[in-house]
């Protein structure tokens, strides 16, 4: 073995900086987030979205009432209910899209070929999602209490971090998604299956409280269902963490469920 | 050049030692045998070529060397250390270009290689890299920009971000021109002059007979010859082979320049001039 010890000390150990795992966390990390910036397309649609959205959505002009009885205007719950869907968005395309094409094309088996983990390129793809997540969270937030003048009575921190941090579980289950899917073409109809009931069902954009009962118990399961939930008790009750176990819950449920599977059945080659 | 060989390992205490060596290994998908026990040394310093045609197992022993697929049987051992077992040491000593693997589309030719780097842990020079395969003057460009010859330069490069002793090549010219061809193995060589040991898959018998110290000829899993070129050669001659000889006067490649008024350098023939004066009138 030492002449083996010897080949790593004269070949590359000579210019090594740091351990490839985190080397290559940081690189692939930093490497996602110009993909990002440098898809002008890619980035107005992603950062533009929130805007268009509340610029359609602001004329439904009517008012809802509050679990505790008091009455607002759409725009107070619809701001956080679109804040929750732009985190699932954000966690779901920005990991199916990009992932199944860097599979497709052997870019991850390229990486995979290096001494880098898997673990690091998933980390790497995980924490620049949760930046694209907080900064489009942030832009929803500011355009939709600023300009459209939502009244959202909570915490603006606790909204802000709890969404950001609820887009977790949907890069969990893009990651899965990607796992399972056999080419390509498979990732958007599978987004399909997510989005449409989670637009419907989950209270984001349509009161839940019309839906027939086995149809509210079937959809106050979906991951989007407990992340609109949590962010419309902050930003409307007020409430804080304390209050929000079963969404919590909820949310941990799916983030971990899918995070098992994903290390189960996610290969990079 | 910057990318001169590390010394040590292809003399002294490395010189016992095979830079590879593949012992009984097998492949098998499902209820098909794709590599059926091979075994075969590579020395520190050879280019050693696998030959065969699509289907006999190239590929899937190159996995199994990179690490990427795990061996049914068998093992793999770069510079001694047991790939199975040491992934991410054998790896340090390993470059790889390996076929149906890309680059990606957002970053520059010098990012790529950065990127690569610090999947190694290392920090290479992107400059003399680019250099080494004429692509100096482009730091800045995408992959996309590059001809198809270009491209296959730019992942010989990548494939030595991490200063390896070891390259792999797979099929490492397929698709090229002839002349982009003799372009890769000019640099092929003189990563071999540079110490490296070289192993590349090919399925043309020209570039393993001009590139390769030892070929092995792989066919349906098995290895059903390793040594020489000439000597596997003189082997067939030896049994009474004799190849049918037809001169001509002129080939297809003659009728195909004629015809496309260019030669390999791209320059126009005569009988390209006639055609387009002629046509002129």
Known sequence: MATSEAILAHGSAARRTSPPWWSG????????????????????????QPIVLLVILVAFDFHTTLPNGKVVPYLDVLVPGLIAFIGMTVGLNGVLFPLSRYKERGILRRVAA??????????????SRLLIALAVTLITWVFGVYVFGADLTGSAFLLIAFATIGSLAFIALGIVMVAFARSEDDVAPLMMLVLIPSILFSGAFLDRSGLPDWLHWITSGLPLTFLTDAVQQIANLGH????????????AIWCVGATILAAWRFKMA | MAIAAPDGWQTGAGAAQPALRVADLHKRYGKFDAVRGISFDVQPGEIFGLLGPNGAGKTSTLEMVTGLRDATAGKVEIFGIDIARHRAEARALLGVQLQESDFFDHLTLKEQLEFLGACYGVKPDTGALLGYVDLGDRPNWRLKQLSGGQQQRFALAAALVNDPPLVLLDEPST???PTARRQLWSLIRRLQEGGRTIVLSTHYMEEAEELCDRVAVMDRGVIAGIDTPLALIHELIATGFKREVVVRDA???????????????GEPTDGRQKENSHGNQ
Not at chain 1, 121 to 127: C, D
Not at chain 2, 251 to 265: A, K, Q, S
């Open chain 1, 25 to 48: 966390l940081v690189a692939a990390t930093i490497s996602e987030i110009k993909s990002l910036y440098r898809e002008p397309a890619a980035l107005a649609f992603t950062l533009g």
């Open chain 1, 114 to 127: 290096t001494p880098m983990p898997t673990g690091s390129f998933v980390v790497a793809m995980i924490v």
């Open chain 1, 240 to 251: 804080g963490l304390s209050d929000l176990g079963t969404d919590i819950l909820g949310l």
């Open chain 2, 175 to 177: 698709g090229l021109d």
């Open chain 2, 251 to 265: 080939t297809l490649e003659d009728v195909f320049l004629h015809l496309t008024g260019n030669t390999l350098e």
